[in-house]
Nanobody
Framework: QVQLVESGGGLVQAGGSLRLSCAAS????????MGWFRQAPGKEREFVAT????????VYADSVKGRFTISRDIAENTVYLQMINLKPEDTAIYYC?????????????????WGQGTQVTVSS
């Protein structure tokens, strides 16, 4: 089992920045990949970014390319999501996810474990 705890959400004006963190605990040696997803009110949970744990290979959703950066600290078992130039449409609950068997997670069905989520609200 892997436990994930997100932090860093909040309220920010359009054009502002936030950095989300997700700390993993438990069987962290089994982690292959970590990622971020988000879910806006009335919408399905969608992929944001993912990073391979060993080599740091990243994949981003088109909607966040050039504005969001995913990174990881293996020693701290933590993944980050640096978000700049935030837009009102980025408002959502942001979830951290991980898989112990896959090398990439771009769909909700590929994740094995989820965090509880952290709210990001961008005002116009």
């Amino acid at each position: 089992q892997v436990q994930l705890v997100e932090s860093g959400g909040g309220l920010v004006q359009a054009g502002g920045s936030l950095r989300l963190s997700c700390a993993a605990s438990g069987r962290t040696s089994d982690i292959n990949v970590m990622g971020w997803f988000r879910q806006a009110p009335g919408k399905e949970r969608e992929f944001v970014a993912t990073i391979g744990w060993k080599y740091g290979i990243t994949v981003y959703a088109d909607s966040v390319k050039g504005r969001f950066t995913i990174s990881r600290d293996i020693a701290e078992n933590t993944v980050y999501l640096q978000m700049i130039n935030l837009k009102p449409e980025d408002t959502a609950i942001y979830y951290c996810a991980t898989s112990t068997g896959r090398r990439v997670i771009v769909t909700t069905g590929q994740a094995d474990y989820w965090g509880q989520g952290t709210q990001v609200t961008v005002s116009s």
